[in-house]
């Protein structure tokens, strides 16, 4: 069997920038083309045009920035394949060109489907965000499972568990890393803790959060336990909210009302669409930071607005987990076949005492592996 050989243009030993370029014989298929935020600047994935010329396929595992900000870029170094994703990744990314195939518009989870001579996939739900999957590619003889960001507990997305597949290389997503001071539901209820106090306190609670992803399971969470808590949001999030089974039934306000909402002695929670708090936030949404309990509940950047509310005790780190942890990671590549498990999207350095066990492995970006 040729060698299977893997390089890592982004999203290893880093958070962002998921771009796997795998070769196998005489092919090549690349799993995501996302950016890196670092301070100011918006790093694309370390290829060039003489890399992507005979890549025949990019899949594509959902529209969060660290996994298809740089379609741009590929299209810029002259990548003409097609893309693989599902029909509300496209609509989400709104800039992809028309050469897609949309695997929900044509086939059903864990079927496999022929892309062309030799080469195979099957897909499924990856329980990350709207339209959120994972794929598994089969070329030549040798087979590549690719996680994407993958989440077996969110109660609003859905999953398609992954189990009894095998695969020659597993890229997972471990951006949890290894902490394993709480559980998930512990995690939750903390965060909801926290809620509760201040909704008590009558005091108004900005989240700031992706455009698509955890705003979500965090209103349909919040509701759950607190269904007179008072719901805003960013205009895109109100429109996702009310397609959202879990709150279909549940008034999302415009963020904007936030300012004059009077609730019977409790607080309100208002979600932002936008994690990092860029320059493009509107005023609005500076004036809302500025004046209220800030609630953050993902990564935060280190130089970013966020950090600095952080030190001065201006906001609150509750972490609401979306990603796997090395614990998952684990458990998933015991139930299943994997001979090498890379981990992907986590920070330089998070899994050193793992490595050497002759299964999991890291590479740097601009590397790469032979297997």
């Not at 880093?14 to 771009?19: D, K, P, S, W």
């Amino acid at each position: 069997m040729p060698d299977l050989k893997l390089y890592v243009a982004g999203g290893c030993e880093e958070h962002g920038r998921n771009c796997f370029l795998v070769r196998f014989a005489d092919r090549a298929v690349l799993f995501d083309c996302g950016v890196l935020h670092d301070g100011d600047l918006v790093l694309d994935p370390l290829l060039d045009a003489r890399m992507v010329r005979d890549i025949g396929w990019a899949f594509i595992s959902h529209s969060h920035a660290g996994h298809a900000g740089a379609v741009g870029f590929l299209e810029s170094l002259g990548f003409s394949g097609t893309y693989v994703m599902t029909g509300r990744t496209y609509s989400q990314l709104g800039s992809v060109p028309s050469r897609c195939r949309i695997i929900d518009g044509e086939g059903e989870p864990l079927v496999q489907e022929r892309l062309d001579a030799g080469l195979t996939f099957r897909w499924g739900w990856s329980g990350h965000c709207a339209g959120s999957a994972w794929y598994q590619v089969a070329m030549d003889g040798g087979t590549v499972l690719f996680t994407g960001d993958y989440s077996e507990r969110s109660p609003v997305y859905p999953c398609t568990p992954i189990r009894s597949l095998e695969a020659d290389l597993a890229i997972i997503d471990c951006a949890g890393g290894v902490e394993e001071q709480h559980s998930y539901d512990e995690q939750v209820a903390l965060l909801l803790g926290v809620v509760g106090a201040n909704l008590q306190a009558d005091i108004t609670m900005v989240f700031p959060v992706p455009p698509q992803g955890r705003g979500i399971e965090l209103m349909a969470l919040i509701h759950d336990r607190f269904p007179d808590a008072g719901l805003f949001a960013s205009e895109a999030l109100v429109w996702q909210a009310a397609s959202s089974l879990a709150l279909a039934d549940v008034r999302i306000r415009s963020s904007k009302e936030a300012w004059n909402y009077k609730g019977s002695g409790h607080g309100c929670c208002v979600f932002l669409s936008d994690p990092q708090f860029r320059p493009k936030v509107i005023d609005f949404s500076t004036r809302l930071v500025e004046r209220c309990s800030v609630i953050l509940t993902g990564t935060v950047e280190k130089d970013g607005p966020y950090a600095d509310l952080l030190k001065t005790g201006r906001a609150v780190f509750c972490r609401y987990p979306t990603h796997q942890r090395l614990s998952d990671v684990h458990a998933l590549a015991e139930q299943n076949r994997f001979s090498t498990v890379l981990l992907a999207d986590a920070p330089a350095g998070a899994f050193d005492h793992v490595l050497g066990s002759g299964r999991y492995a890291v590479c740097q970006s601009g590397t790469g592996m032979v297997l």
